[in-house]
Structure formats: structure tokens, C-alpha cells
């Protein structure tokens, strides 16, 4: 499946299906100093995901369940720069975190 951002901007989008250009999800984060949460909604706009930027320790909220980011996307190594991810059926992507001038890979593994 092909999927993109209907916006330049992926935190104020919706992601839609390239193929039947169908919306997916939708990305909002209002802008607000200090924290901002970002909410992800899917075709029936039920709330399925949150991301809240905090001081010391981001945290996701998915499905009603609340982690810590680092607990949910842990690194491969105390300095590594490298996130792993673990689907359901304990497949894992990766990827190194970058600047936001350049562009991130992942790698499936």
C-alpha cells in the first residue's frame, strides 16, 4: 500500500491511500507553547493514537494504553542513535533518528 500526507506538513495532515485516495488517518497538533499533543484519528475519526511532548519524557498514548516513547520505541544501544519498532506479528523495523534536514531510513530486519 501506497500512503502519503495530503499536506507539506505530516503533524496538521490527513494520510491518505494512493491508490484510491481514500483518508486513512488524520494528524492534528494544535500549536500551543510548552507541550503539544499530537492526535491521530482514523476514517471514522475515533481517536487511535496520541503523542504528547514533554519535558524529560515524551509519552504515546495507543488504543487507550499510555507508555513513555522510550519504553514503546526503545534504541538499540545506550548512545545509538538507531530506534526499534516491533509489530504484533514481532517483525522490527529500524531506523536512525536525524536532524529534521535530512532524511531518515529504515530498514526492515
Not at 498514548?61 to 544501544?77: F, I, N, Q, S
Request: aromatic letters at 10%; glycine letters at 6%.
Amino acid at each position: 500500500m501506497n500512503v502519503s500526507f495530503a499536506r507539506n506538513d505530516p503533524l496538521n495532515s490527513d494520510v491518505v491511500d494512493g491508490a484510491t485516495g481514500r483518508v486513512l488517518f488524520e494528524v492534528s497538533t494544535p500549536w500551543k507553547l510548552g507541550t503539544s499533543t499530537t492526535t491521530i484519528r482514523d476514517a471514522r475519526r475515533d481517536v487511535i493514537a496520541q503523542y504528547e511532548r514533554r519535558w524529560g519524557h515524551d509519552r504515546v498514548t495507543y488504543h487507550g494504553e499510555t507508555r513513555r516513547v522510550a519504553d514503546w520505541l526503545p534504541k538499540k544501544g545506550f548512545l545509538s542513535r538507531c530506534v526499534v519498532a516491533l509489530s504484533q506479528s514481532s517483525s522490527a523495523s529500524s531506523w536512525s533518528e536525524r536532524p529534521r534536514w535530512s532524511s531518515a531510513r529504515t530498514v526492515q530486519y
